[in-house]
């Protein structure tokens, strides 16, 4: 198993459930590998902050993966920028409060922190993105199903 980080394998970073259940190839490039990489090293400073092991469910899609999935054409996750992931232990919420608090202290710098459907209760996950080439956002939101529809509130909402 090709390992990108000390706590991070490639296999992990790169796995896809709709690839799997459709036979679709999930490789990046090289350029693409270098985004994982970067973010593999972000999240072992989260795990090492946190003091917990992170699973992350997704992290790169390839842009057919992505159009399968219904990801944005300019997602982080297409580009290997994103992970969506959680912290053994603790709830989506929990978890995201200490990656804002890592901020604040000057420990973590994210484009985007995203709560993504706390109603789901265990069901949530947290979205952390990077801009491995620019400014940072530090943007904070929560995603939550109205009517059908994802809707992005701003801030941490639980």
């Given at each position: 198993?090709?390992?990108?980080?000390?706590?991070?394998?490639?296999?992990?970073?790169t796995?896809?459930?709709?690839?799997?259940?459709?036979?679709?190839?999930?490789?990046?490039?090289?350029?693409?590998?270098?985004?994982?990489?970067?973010?593999?090293e972000?999240?072992?400073?989260?795990?090492?902050?946190?003091?917990?092991?992170?699973?992350?469910?997704?992290?790169?899609?390839?842009?057919?993966?992505?159009?399968?999935?219904?990801?944005?054409?300019?997602?982080?996750?297409?580009?290997?920028?994103?992970?969506?992931?959680?912290?053994?232990?603790?709830?989506?919420?929990?978890?995201?409060?200490?990656?804002?608090?890592?901020?604040?202290?000057?420990?973590?710098?994210?484009?985007?922190?995203?709560?993504?459907?706390?109603?789901?209760?265990?069901?949530?996950w947290?979205?952390?993105?990077?801009?491995?080439?620019?400014?940072?956002?530090?943007?904070?939101?929560?995603?939550?199903?109205?009517?059908?529809?994802?809707?992005?509130?701003?801030?941490?909402?639980?």
């Open positions: 198993m090709t390992q990108v980080t000390q706590n991070f394998s490639l296999r992990e970073l796995r896809s459930e709709t690839a799997r259940r459709m036979g679709v190839e999930n490789i990046p490039t090289e350029k693409e590998m270098q985004n994982i990489r970067k973010t593999a972000q999240l072992e400073k989260i795990r090492e902050y946190v003091g917990r092991g992170i699973i992350v469910t997704s992290c790169f899609r390839s842009e057919r993966v992505n159009k399968l999935v219904g990801g944005s054409p300019t997602s982080a996750h297409r580009f290997g920028s994103a992970a969506d992931c959680d912290a053994i232990g603790m709830t989506s919420f929990a978890f995201a409060k200490k990656l804002i608090e890592m901020r604040d202290v000057g420990k973590l710098v994210f484009d985007q922190l995203i709560l993504e459907f706390p109603e789901r209760g265990d069901g949530a947290v979205h952390i993105g990077f801009r491995h080439n620019g400014a940072q956002r530090n943007q904070v939101m929560t995603s939550v199903k109205r009517g059908g529809k994802t809707v992005y509130l701003q801030g941490l909402v639980p």
